[in-house]
Nanobody, 121 residues
Framework: VQLQASGGGLVQAGGSLRLSCVAS????????MGWYRQADGNMVDLVAF???????KYAESVKGRFTISSDNAKNTVYLQMNSLKPEDTAVYYC????????????????WGQGTLVTVSS
């Protein structure tokens, strides 16, 4: 499985960005996908994930501002980010794993390359 993330960039506080993650390869093995982020020197933290049944989970810090969605026909997961804050600045990664919601981040099977999101104040 290969994951290709895109959509990062520089935006002012209060602005919006949409990240995309396209999956290719043995995508039949993917049942859960998510977005994670890593700010300078920090750990990789959950932003949001979505399961095959549509269940979603968000980090408290992004609830009400970010929305994760999937388009199965396009093998793509999106992260719509609104009302961005400087503290959202990080490298954002997409990940996929059949049991993503039940595993530590370090055990996820597939990762995309990061896409940098910078929010200026």
């Amino acid at each position: 499985v290969q994951l290709q993330a895109s959509g990062g960039g520089l935006v002012q506080a209060g602005g919006s960005l949409r990240l995309s993650c396209v999956a290719s390869g043995s995508i039949s093995t993917i049942s859960e996908m998510g977005w994670y982020r890593q700010a300078d020197g920090n750990m990789v933290d959950l932003v949001a994930f979505v399961k095959d049944d549509g269940t979603t989970k968000y980090a408290e810090s992004v609830k009400g501002r970010f929305t994760i969605s999937s388009d199965n026909a396009k093998n793509t997961v999106y992260l719509q980010m609104n009302s961005l804050k400087p503290e959202d600045t990080a490298v954002y990664y997409c990940a996929a794993d059949p049991e993503l919601s039940n595993k530590p981040v370090s055990e996820y099977a597939h990762w995309g390359q990061g896409t940098l999101v910078t929010v200026s104040s």
